[in-house]
Structures are given as structure tokens and as C-alpha cells.
């Protein structure tokens, strides 16, 4: 079985930081790509960012020089540092991770969701 676990949303101003999180836990093998994505009211879930497992990363346009995605790959946990935040970015942040467990399955996973609100 296999758990994530997100945290680090919350309220902040337009302009300021936050730093989300994401850990895996349970019977993994390997972890490969680690995504966040996020689901504003009445709009479909997008991918903000993700990273490889050698860290190759991408971004949506939206966040690009304000999003900084990283992995602690002996921790199983991938962060996202958002910073210069916009009343934009409110939505709900969910991270996706595809593991590899030692059965040799291969899935991808949801964090559980966490709110990120921006006021302007």
C-alpha cells in the first residue's frame, strides 16, 4: 500500500511564498516522475509542474520563474516553492507521483489535495 501525504497550503497575499509538500509512504520500490497540478473553481486540473527522476523539470507558462519543483528522492518527497503569488494561483494543489513497488506494480498516485488561496 501506498500513502502521500500533502501539506503547506494556506492563505497568503498576493506577492508572498509558500512552500508545499509532498511525502510517500509504504511498500515502494522506486519513485519516477513527481507532478503537482491544480484545480481552480469551475476549471479542469492542469499540470503546474513536474520532475524526473535524474530532476529534469518543465512548467506550465503560468508559473514559470515564480515555480521551483525539487525532490528529496531518499525522503520519497517532492516540494513546490511558489513564490511572487497571484490571486490566480488561488486553487486546489494535488501532487502525482508514479511508484514502482517492490511487487513490481506500477501506478501513479494523488495526494490528498491542499488549498492554496491568494488575496489580492
Known amino acids: 500500500q501506498v500513502q502521500l501525504v500533502e501539506s503547506g497550503g494556506g492563505l497568503e497575499q498576493a506577492g508572498g511564498s509558500l512552500r508545499l509538500s509532498c511525502a510517500a509512504s509504504?511498500?515502494?520500490?522506486?519513485?519516477?516522475?513527481m507532478d503537482w497540478y491544480r484545480q481552480a473553481p469551475g476549471k479542469q486540473r492542469e499540470l503546474v509542474a513536474s520532475?524526473?527522476?535524474?530532476?529534469?523539470?518543465n512548467y506550465a507558462d503560468s508559473v514559470k520563474g515564480r515555480f521551483t519543483i525539487s525532490r528529496d528522492n531518499a525522503k520519497n518527497t517532492v516540494y513546490l516553492e511558489m513564490n511572487s503569488l497571484k490571486a490566480e494561483d488561488t486553487a486546489v494543489y494535488y501532487c502525482?507521483?508514479?511508484?514502482?513497488?517492490?511487487?513490481?506494480?506500477?501506478?501513479?498516485?494523488w495526494g490528498q489535495g491542499t488549498q492554496v488561496t491568494v488575496s489580492s
Open positions: 509504504g511498500s515502494i520500490l522506486r519513485v519516477n516522475e
Open positions: 520532475i524526473t527522476s535524474s530532476g529534469s523539470t
Open positions: 502525482n507521483i508514479g511508484i514502482i513497488r517492490y511487487s513490481g506494480a506500477r501506478s501513479s498516485y
